[in-house]
């Protein structure tokens, strides 16, 4: 079964930060376009970063950029979300995501919770 397992959510002060990662099993995510999104309760499910398959042309959006970066490991299969300087209203459950053929998959969601 093709899975995305994703790790390091966690509570953490504002001005923290907070790496999450996302590794792929019985498929390879090196060849493929990876992204991160967030969700509130309540609310729609919002795309913070992505990075390309071939060139490393990153993307991210307003709320993430300056402050979070998108990577991979090719050795490890692994892709990370590492987050700074974190704010009380990054609080979400984070997804990791990429598209295997036509199949959209998910990771299980991490939550991040940043409160003092």
């Known amino acids: 079964q093709l899975t995305l397992v994703e790790s390091g959510g966690g509570l953490v002060q504002p001005g923290g930060s907070l790496r999450l ?8 995510l090196n060849d493929k376009f990876v992204a991160w999104f967030r969700q509130v309760p309540g609310k729609e499910r919002e795309k ?26 090719y050795e490890k299969n692994t892709m990370y979300l590492q987050m700074n300087n974190l704010k009380p209203e990054d609080t979400a459950v984070y997804y990791c995501n990429t598209v295997w053929r036509t199949r959209d998959l998910w990771g299980q969601g991490t939550q991040v919770t940043v409160s003092s």
Request: some cysteine; proline content about 0%; charged content about 20%.
């Open 21 to 28: 990662s996302c590794t792929a099993s019985k498929f390879t």
């Open 48 to 73: 913070l970063a992505c990075l390309s398959s071939t060139d490393g042309l990153t993307w991210y959006s307003n709320s993430a950029r300056g402050r979070f970066a998108i990577s991979r490991d």
